[in-house]
């Protein structure tokens, strides 16, 4: 009967699902981009440095990153990843080694480093920076040259869109993170709380996020449904889409109130406006699109 169990045993093993191994470069871009750049220091060393600081120690690495200290005057120090939890940072580890070889350090210069590169000008872009109005977690967007939003990772949330320019890094990287970026234009909408959490219960954990043709989507879980953030360019003028797909299907309507002093347009084809709210009904949640039209 034991040899039985324990031939049983093995096969159950052999057929269990193993988890998936760690994304290190998605990781590291939703935990470490904001303050590591590859071949200058900014709020923290290159990645260069980093290598040279740890390379062949995996171990060391991972002890730095669950308790930091202040080894630099002037800079801010590094806070704790242990909410990373020691795999992620290991493979965080590993695509910092890789990410690494080859590149030399360069001169810090001075100015907001990501104007300089030619990626910053194209549409659309995603920059992972501190933030005005929203957490450290802070995810800035520039959907085309008209219209650019403010998402929070750490709240899994929309926060804010403008209209203008981008933004300017430069008081972030001046302060060596103890400053926000500056918006180039100005707010035209914002929200103060998702429209998914007065409806979908449970806590909310933010899962990376993907880009198709540079727009992002966003993904995280609310409780036990899983969400997917879309947003993309209005069809015409200045504006955005705001796309949802929940897994599954709320059991509830979702409703957005817009402040009755923003005279900004909303509209929807899966759901319907009435006064300052736009309600989505529970048999459309599994997917819909909100348009913005902004001022």
């Known amino acids: 009967m034991n040899l039985r169990l324990g031939i049983l045993a093995t096969i159950l093993l052999q057929l269990s699902p193993l988890a998936a191994a760690p994304d290190g470069e998605a990781l590291f871009k939703l935990n470490c981009s904001a303050c590591h750049m590859l ?10 440095e980093i290598r040279t600081l740890y390379n062949k120690k995996p171990d060391d690495f991972i002890k730095w990153c669950n308790k930091p200290g202040k080894k630099r005057p002037n800079v801010i120090e590094m ?15 590993h695509y910092i080694m890789k990410a690494s070889v080859g590149a030399k350090e360069k001169k ?10 030619p990626s910053h000008t194209t ?5 992972r920076i501190f933030m005005p109005n929203a957490g450290p977690a802070a995810i800035a967007v520039a959907l085309d040259q008209q219209t650019s939003l403010c998402w929070d990772a750490g709240e899994c949330r929309f926060r804010y869109a403008w209209t203008g320019g ?3 890094g430069f008081p972030y990287w001046q ?8 918006i180039k234009g100005s707010i035209a909408y914002q929200q103060e709380e998702s429209p998914l959490t007065a409806v979908l219960k449970g806590d909310v954990k933010f899962q990376g996020y993907s880009l198709t043709n540079g727009l992002p989507t966003f993904r995280y879980s609310i409780g036990t449904t899983s969400v997917a953030e879309r947003f993309s360019p209005a069809k015409s003028g200045k504006g955005f889409q ?15 109130t817009i402040p009755a002093e923003n005279w900004l347009s909303i509209t929807s084809e899966q759901g319907s406006v009435q006064g300052h709210v736009l309600t989505i009904p529970a048999a459309s949640t599994a997917n819909f699109t909100i348009n913005f039209q902004l001022p």
């Not at 071949?39 to 260069?48: A, R």
């Not at 806070?79 to 580890?93: K, Q």
């Not at 549409?123 to 920059?127: D, K, L």
């Open 123 to 127: 549409r659309p872009y995603v920059q």
């Open 166 to 168: 981008f933004i300017d």
């Open 79 to 93: 806070p704790s990843m242990v909410h990373v939890g020691n795999e992620g940072l290991r493979a965080i580890y």
């Open 108 to 117: 810090q210069e001075k100015g907001d480093p990501f104007l300089a590169s």
């Open 175 to 182: 302060g060596n993170g103890s400053k926000v970026a500056t």
């Open 39 to 48: 071949d200058q220091m900014v709020v923290g060393p290159s990645l260069v």
């Open 242 to 256: 705001q796309t949802f797909t929940l897994s599954p299907a709320s059991s509830s309507p979702i409703t957005i």
